[in-house]
């Protein structure tokens, strides 16, 4: 597919540009935690600051929150009302690779059987341009996962630092509409395409954190029933949630009315495996236990998952390591399963 | 797999959207137990009325608006289909919230989701039904679907049980089993009160002294799940095989269509694979989480 390069210094110009079709995203600090937020216009300094969000991107697409109806009551009865999407086409712009990825794995499941009106409608207006990473966390265990700092799954458009400018390589077709109408795009030469490999070897081997997922889904079929084991792996975590609420991959979510001011709705929000009411019945508890809890975290991702979709649902961004507040470390787990 | 026969799904959905449920009306009101209620619904839109159809053993999220979403099983036959029926425990937020609504009520519904029973596969067997408490609701759907169909299926033994005789519920329709020849009913309570001059005893207990035979049979078993932990082995004992024993799984369901995630055990999300499944699958599960 096309490859073209652009300096950064036309990078606000270009996303200038863009904002005139899409609700732009970029990385940010405003708020205090990295996320996608609105392009501002010219600050693209987080070209040089930005690792990855701290907030993963799904934001966009699975809101922590959204109104999904509205509800109202006269004389005829109740009228409802499908609420309107707050966004039009969106660009998220900067997106790393593996939270691209993420969203594949999103996809699958907001897809399958019957469609989700609402991730759907978000997730067919967005296009994503990444940014391959050259400065991985430590955390990061992205390559053990059959991916990598410049991995191109899921996104339409990436770029490669190459120094003064990027790379930038179409991957969708509509990556390549978009490429093609753009402003200020120049030919990437041959010299450019060597600097973006060289680029991309270099951060690959960055990744130094390892995991061992060879026959992972049968390997942890086999702990799965090893209580003891569990309880040892769950023991520090607290059941805040914040390492499903920060995944890219997880998607739990919960439906709840809210209603003010003689205006009803119904709402749909993230919820977590990490907490004991999530499978709460009034006189049962599947999950009451917190090694249940942990064990499910772990083993939907790496079990389940891959044996409904083929795929490990985890990309190794490494969040739930560098966010935890205990410090609970997904790698060790994976890494001390019974029995390899 | 003893269910080979997966259930057509048919889908009804408000406006292309899966979340957006359809009004529908409280008809009746029918006091089962001093905690459990009947509610008798239809929808308001008339074509889907008209249209509407579902299997038994298939649930719906029912919602009040500005309270929430809750799933029950759709306690009506689809040979009855002048109008749905839902049984009610009052145990919790929206089951309290339903309790106070009267007759003329407006409530939301989603679904029918689930596979619901296979009646395919029941055709032409002894059937055994066993249920406790307000688990005969998602029964009694299939039992008067089997009664009204009557010719298709061979000897039928009704099992049902409850606490105390005023825990019993649907006594309306225990009574008309009782008098149809062509069914052997046994009611039981836990422990009975001055007036009882029924059966004492457990469900399971019931079960064994009774012994129906496995041969060609097959046992559909719905109640709390205690019951179902020690009405297994019974049935096992009276040499029913896993295949031949169906149950009903519940778990806190709140999209119904395998997407929030938190009805699974391991790999299995009981809205979408179930809620029925045959003891040889359960036996199957990764997880023992259910
Ligand atoms: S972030 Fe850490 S403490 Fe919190 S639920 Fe996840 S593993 Fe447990
Ligand atoms: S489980 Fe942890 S490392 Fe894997 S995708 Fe989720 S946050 Fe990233
Ligand atoms: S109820 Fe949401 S996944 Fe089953």
Redesign the interface.
Known sequence: MTVKKIAKKELARLLDEWSRQFSVLVPSVETGVAQMTGWQGEDTSFVDWYRNTILPPKDAILPVMEE??S?S?NED??R?E?SPPDSGRQLIFGIRPCDARALAMLDV??K???????YMRRRLNTVLVGIGCTNPYDSCFCTSLSSGPSDTAGLDLMLTDIGDEFVIEAVTEAGRELLDKSQGMRPATADDEARARESRDIANQRVTQNVDVKKMPDRL?AA??NEEYWRKIAAKCISCGICTLLCPTC???????E?SDNR?A?Y?SL?S?AFCI???????N??EEKW?RVR?RV??KY???P??FDTIACTGCGRCIRLCPVNWDITRTLNSIPGQ | MAIDEISNRKRFLAGDNVYLPHIAVIEKIIEETPDTRTFHFSFKDEKLRREFSFESGQFGEFSIFGVGEAPFCISSSPTRCDHLEFAVKRVGRVTSALHRLGAGAEIGFRGPYGNGFPLGYLEGKNLVFIAGGIGLAPLRSLIWNVLDKRDKYRKIDIIYGARSPADLCFTYDLDSWKQDKTVNMVTTVDKGDDSWTGREGFVPQVLEQLAPSAKEAVAVVCGPPVMIRFTFPVLAKLGFTPGQMITTLEKRMKCGIGKCGRCNIGDIYVCRDGPVFSYAQIRDFISSEY
Do not use: A, S, W
């Not at chain 1, 399958?112 to 609402?118: A, G, I, L, P």
């Not at chain 1, 998607?251 to 009315?257: E, L, Q, T, V, W």
């Not at chain 1, 999530?278 to 049962?284: G, I």
């Open positions: 999904m109806f509800f009551k009865g109740y409802l499908m499941v907001f399958q059987d019957y469609e989700d009106t609402y079929l799965f029933d998607y739990c979510f919960d439906i709840n009315d209603v009803g119904r749909r919820d495996c999530y499978t709460k019945m009034p006189v049962e599947p999950r249940q499910n083993c939907h079990e389940f998952y044996r409904l």
